[in-house]
């Protein structure tokens, strides 16, 4: 079972992301702030979940969350300032939408840099250790799924439906074939570079 929170006197938020390895689409995080000793038998990493989990989830931890947050940092902001800061700003832009203001945070990860003033914790494998973090993963996840299945619909030769942008084999190959779409992160595709970039929308390449 996960640990409810990491100390009992001041508000906590646990912050993670989803996304930093694909070759598209943005990167996602979450921030959220729990009842105090809220849990849920299926709450885990989101990354250990089912995805039909993940979404039942996700209407729990909205619906029963003191506050929550997701924002989004995409590819053209992540090429220029690479991916660990688009993470660092995607959890931080999350923290600053909160409707309550957190006086600590809880990081998945062992590293984060902010300009916002809360003390915070970096916690490996936090995500399986803290229900808050493990509901920002959820959040994270599941909002970033969403809009590849919404690009995945411009640009259907990927087939991000399913590979949500990772670099699976069927999804270099595509890349290969078609070369790189706007939605592309430019900076982890330097092998790519003499590809061709799209010059016309998906629909009308058959």
């Known amino acids: 079972m996960l640990k409810t929170c990491s100390q009992h ?31 849920h038998p299926l709450l885990n990493d989101s990354k250990q979940m ?13 619906r029963e969350a003191v506050a929550w947050a997701v924002e989004m940092v995409f590819p053209e902001e992540i090429d220029r300032i690479n991916i660990l800061n688009a993470s660092f700003a995607a959890m931080s832009r999350a923290v600053e ?49 969403d809009y590849m299945m919404r690009i995945a619909e411009e640009y259907p030769v990927y087939n991000w439906q399913k590979n949500k942008g990772y670099p699976t084999r069927e999804h270099r190959e595509a890349v290969m074939r078609y070369g790189l779409s706007p939605y592309h992160r430019m900076s982890f595709n330097h092998e790519f570079e003499q590809l061709r970039l799209f010059e016309r929308p998906a629909e009308n390449q058959k």
């Open 50 to 62: 089912s995805e039909k989990n993940r979404y039942l989830l996700r209407d729990v931890i909205e």
């Open 97 to 145: 939408r909160l409707s309550v203001k957190p006086q600590l945070l809880l990081i998945d990860g062992n590293r984060f840099r902010t300009t916002l003033d809360i003390p915070y914790r970096c916690i490996v494998k936090g995500d399986a250790t803290y229900a808050s973090i493990a509901a920002a993963s959820v959040l994270a996840k599941t909002y970033r799924d």
């Open 9 to 39: 006197e001041l508000v906590e938020a646990g912050c993670d992301e989803a996304g930093r390895g694909p070759l598209a689409g943005p990167v996602a995080a979450a921030a959220v702030i729990l009842p105090p000793e809220w849990n």
